[in-house]
């Protein structure tokens, strides 16, 4: 057995020097995750088309929803999703300030938007049109509520991820997962786009 052999096995080793961690993985199990969470809303959007119309004698889409205050809200989240394609380009040329410049951009117009969803919650328990009035009201608040969530989720997230950018740079593993918030972001416009259609154009025009 030669000396090289012997050095090598009297030297244990712990762990392993290369990266091990399989190319596309992380975005192939992200996409399984989201067309789990498609399957979520589908659930939500099939409640909400069963259950829309039944207001108990109570007031309805066009009693209640203020279509000005939820297309500036519209607005607020898809301007969150141009300026998270600016911080991808800017990602991509390794700026980093720039990077985390859009990024805070972004966030700060998703923090509008939940801002906005809470006021017009608020408005209408205090008009007595809580979750618990009627059948509508309850799919409602489930499906917008639930949306919501994914964004507040989506904005702690994205915090997380800027304050590890400004730690460790653009490294490969913050740009998987800039990738990963990026299409999770996406996801969430095209699900209000169909909020804003289904039930509140329909609902008030309907």
Known sequence: MSDTMIDAAEKPQFH????????????LGFWLYLMSDCLIFAVLFATYGVLGRNYAAGPSPADLFDLKLVAVNTAMLLLSSITYGFAM???ERNAKAETLFW???T??????FIALELYEFAHLIHEGAGPSRSAFLSAFFTLVGTHGLHVTFGIIWLVTLMVQV???GLIPANRRRLMCLSMFWHFLDVIWIGVFSIVYLLGVLG
Do not use: C, K, W, Y
Request: hydrophobic share 35%.
């Open 89 to 91: 380009l800017q990602m």
């Open 107 to 112: 966030g700060l117009f998703g923090a509008v």
């Open 103 to 105: 990024l805070g951009i």
């Open 16 to 27: 392993l020097t290369e990266d091990h961690h399989p190319e596309g993985s992380t975005m």
């Open 166 to 168: 400004n730690r460790h």
